[in-house]
C-alpha cells in the first residue's frame, strides 16, 4: 500500500471513483483504517465532542490536534491524514495560520490541513497552500461558528444561501484547496458543487452525488453519544459489545471465574517453599491464614506457566 497522493484524488474525481474518508484520533484505530485500506483519514477537531467530553469543537487547541495528529500519524505511516485547524489556529492572522499549519505538518506528521469556511478564510487558504502545505476546505455546516449559523442545521437550503455556498466552492476552488467537505447541505446543492468544481466534494449530510464520503467514525461503529443524526448509518453496535464485555468481565471477577488457570504466572514449588521459609510469620491477616492453610498452595499446582504478553507484566 503507497500513500494516495493529491493527483490520486484529483483522478478519482474525474475517473468517478467514488472514495472514503474516516475520522481517526488515535493510534490503534489509525492503524485499523489503514488496514482496511481507507485512503484518507481526517483528525477532525470533532475529537473535542467525540473522545474528549466537550460539548462542541470549540475548546480544541493547537495542542490536542498536533497530539491526536501525531498519534494517528504512527498508526497510519501509509494513509493520507488531514488534520483539522483548530478554531482559533487560523482566524487571528495568515502567518499565525501559516505557522499553525506548518506545525501540523512538521511536528505531526499531517499531509494536508483542513479550514473551515471562505470569506475571509480564501486569503488565509492562499497563504497556507503557497507554503506548500495542502488544504481541504469545509463548507456548509461549519461546527467551529454554529453559533454563527444559527445552529447544527443544513445549510444552502434556499435559493439564495445555495448560491453563496456554490460561489464560497469556486472561491476555494481558486484559492487552491485540493478538496472541500460539504457538511449537511440539500443533496442537490452539493450535486451542483460537484459539477461545478474540479476538486473532489467529500460529503457528510450532503447527498449522493458528493465524489467521496465522510463519516465520524464512532458514528459508523456504533459508539454514539446519544444523539445520532439523519446522515448517519452505523455498520456496527460497538457501544452494545463494550457494555457487554465489560458486564461479562465484572461478573466473572465477581465470581472468582476471572483470572482462569491459564491467566496467571505462578512460581516453582520450591521456590515458593523457599519464600515461606524466609517470611516471618503474619499475623492478624485473614487472607494470609487462608494462604497458608493451603489454598493458594493447592490451586498453584493447577496454574500453568503463562508468557509474558506484551512486556506489560511485572
Ligand atoms: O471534525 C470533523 O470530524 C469533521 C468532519 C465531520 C468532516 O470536520
Redesign the pocket.
Known amino acids: 500500500m503507497t500513500r494516495t497522493s493529491i493527483s490520486e484524488f484529483a483522478r478519482f474525481k474525474i475517473e468517478g471513483q467514488r472514495f472514503v474518508?474516516l475520522?481517526a484520533y488515535d493510534a490503534p484505530t489509525a492503524r485499523i483504517l489503514e488496514a482496511a485500506s481507507v485512503p484518507m483519514i481526517?483528525v477532525?477537531?470533532?475529537?473535542g465532542n467525540?473522545v474528549l467530553g466537550y460539548r462542541d469543537?470549540v475548546p480544541v487547541t493547537m495542542e490536542i490536534m498536533l497530539h491526536h495528529t501525531a498519534a494517528v500519524r504512527r498508526g497510519a505511516p501509509l494513509t493520507f491524514v488531514v488534520a483539522?485547524m483548530p478554531f482559533g489556529s487560523f482566524q487571528i492572522s495568515d502567518e499565525e495560520a501559516v505557522r499553525n499549519a506548518v506545525r501540523l505538518v512538521q511536528e505531526s506528521g499531517a499531509d494536508a490541513v483542513?479550514v473551515?469556511g471562505a470569506g475571509a478564510r480564501i486569503s488565509t487558504i492562499e497563504q497556507i497552500v503557497a507554503a506548500g502545505i495542502p488544504v481541504m476546505g469545509?463548507l456548509g455546516l461549519t461546527?467551529q461558528n454554529a453559533t454563527q449559523l444559527g445552529g447544527f442545521r443544513v445549510q444552502g437550503a434556499d435559493a439564495a444561501s445555495a448560491e453563496r455556498l456554490i460561489a464560497d466552492a469556486r472561491a476555494l476552488e481558486s484559492a487552491g484547496v485540493f478538496s472541500m467537505?460539504l457538511?449537511c447541505v440539500p443533496e442537490e446543492v452539493a450535486a451542483l458543487v460537484t459539477e461545478r468544481v474540479s476538486v473532489p466534494t467529500?460529503g457528510?449530510g450532503a447527498g449522493r452525488q458528493c465524489d467521496g464520503q465522510?463519516?465520524?467514525l464512532h458514528d459508523l461503529i456504533g459508539i454514539s453519544s446519544g444523539y445520532s443524526p439523519r446522515f448517519v448509518r452505523a455498520y456496527a453496535a460497538v457501544e452494545e459489545q463494550i457494555t457487554h464485555a465489560v458486564t461479562a468481565f465484572s461478573k466473572d471477577v465477581a465470581d472468582g471465574s476471572f483470572p482462569g488457570d491459564g491467566e496467571v504466572f505462578s512460581m516453582s514449588e520450591h521456590a515458593l517453599s523457599a519464600l515461606r521459609r524466609a517470611l516471618p510469620p503474619v499475623e492478624n491477616s485473614p487472607k494470609t491464614e487462608s494462604a497458608e492453610s493451603g489454598s493458594l498452595a493447592s490451586e498453584k499446582g493447577k496454574t500453568k506457566k503463562h508468557p509474558v504478553r506484551d512486556g506489560r507484566s511485572s
Request: glycine share 4%; with cysteine.
Open positions: 474518508c475520522t481526517l477532525g477537531d470533532s475529537v467525540v469543537t483539522d483542513k473551515e469545509h461546527p467537505v457538511e467529500v457528510i465522510v463519516l465520524v
